[in-house]
């Protein structure tokens, strides 16, 4: 089985972690329970993810020059995952997230993007030199979309496959004809299809309608309810594997990275969604953004998997 490299341009940030019962209404207090620091950001999550299930993994993107840009670089290294395109801007702060966790294990999440404003596309280009045909490139939305646009660019002229994980949602149209797979979740998807109700969406028509409309491969992802992925005019449910949650924050970084890794180890589409799947779900049974990423281990010894090594 062949196995290429996972490139990730994206965010890094500090991960303020808040336990609560609930979240508050606006203009109400409730109490908390706990308080914690973490690893997190879409970018770096998706890249320990993805370094974790073995594949070889480099990160591009900004820290700030401040403590936690030092124990977020140092973070991504003790997961294996090549830093040498990591930039520290001076006098910039490291990216912010503040998640609140509620104990049903739901979560909300404010971002600060802080450093992550400076990843620009000479930076992007210079991290993504290296990268060649065969090769997965992941990004995001939590950098600016210049960055996303250089990056997309460079792996289309490269032949490299590009997973866009349109997360936070925005518009993506413009970008579309130089990614390869689209994932969205289940909030996603409603504002890249240019739908308003979110409650009464029919996933499976959207995944369908979103990969007709811009011939690309596309995978919803709809929490306990598995995914859709449509590509190559047919539509497959991807069945979700029942754990109880403790925190769902990071789930869906665990399915992106786990899927760019799957595809860089040769595994088809289909088959590497469906695992994504299970590290995702792996991935809620630990509290924080970047515990609960599993190994191929991990999710043999869970579920039962058989990656045929």
């Known amino acids: 089985m062949s196995e290429h490299r996972v490139y990730v341009v994206g965010s890094i940030n500090q991960d303020l972690l808040i336990s609560t019962s609930s979240y508050p209404k606006l203009g109400e207090t409730v109490h908390g329970h706990t308080v914690a620091y973490d690893a997190g950001g879409k970018g770096a999550n998706q890249a320990v993810a993805a370094a974790r299930l073995g594949a070889t993994t480099r990160f591009v993107g900004c820290v700030g020059s401040d403590d936690s840009g030092i124990a977020m670089t140092e973070n991504l290294r003790a997961n294996d995952v090549d830093i040498a395109h990591v930039t520290t801007v001076d006098d910039v702060a490291t990216g912010l997230a503040v998640v609140t966790r509620t104990d049903s294990g739901q979560n909300a999440i404010i971002v600060i993007a802080g450093a992550n404003a400076e990843l620009n596309p000479d930076r992007v280009a210079a991290g993504l030199t290296a ?4 090769d997965i490139l992941v990004v995001q939305l ?27 949602a925005g518009a993506v149209a413009d970008l579309l004809p130089d990614v390869d797979i689209l ?3 289940e909030f996603e998807a409603a504002t890249v299809a240019g739908l308003d109700r979110v409650d ?3 996933f499976a028509a959207v995944a369908g309608l979103l990969a007709e409309r811009h011939s690309r491969a596309v995978i919803v ?7 859709w992925l449509a590509a190559g005019g047919q539509l497959t449910k991807i069945d979700a594997l029942p754990v109880t949650p403790v925190d769902s924050t990071g789930a869906g970084d665990a399915f992106v990275g786990a899927l760019a890794a799957l595809l860089a180890q040769g595994h088809p589409l289909e088959q590497s969604t469906r695992w994504a799947a299970a590290a995702g ?3 809620c049974l630990k509290v924080g953004a970047q515990a609960g990423a ?6 043999t010894a869970i579920f039962g998997l058989d990656f045929g090594r």
Do not use: F, K, M, Y
């Open 294 to 299: 599993p190994t191929l281990d991990d999710l």
């Open 183 to 185: 994932v969205v979740n």
């Open 131 to 134: 990268l060649t045909a065969g």
């Open 221 to 227: 992802t709809v929490g306990s309810d598995g995914a």
């Open 200 to 202: 009464e969406l029919d």
């Open 142 to 168: 939590e950098i600016p979309i210049p960055a996303v646009e250089t990056a997309l660019r460079i792996a289309r002229q490269r032949g490299a496959t590009a997973i866009l994980n349109a997360a936070p």
């Open 281 to 283: 779900a792996h991935a």
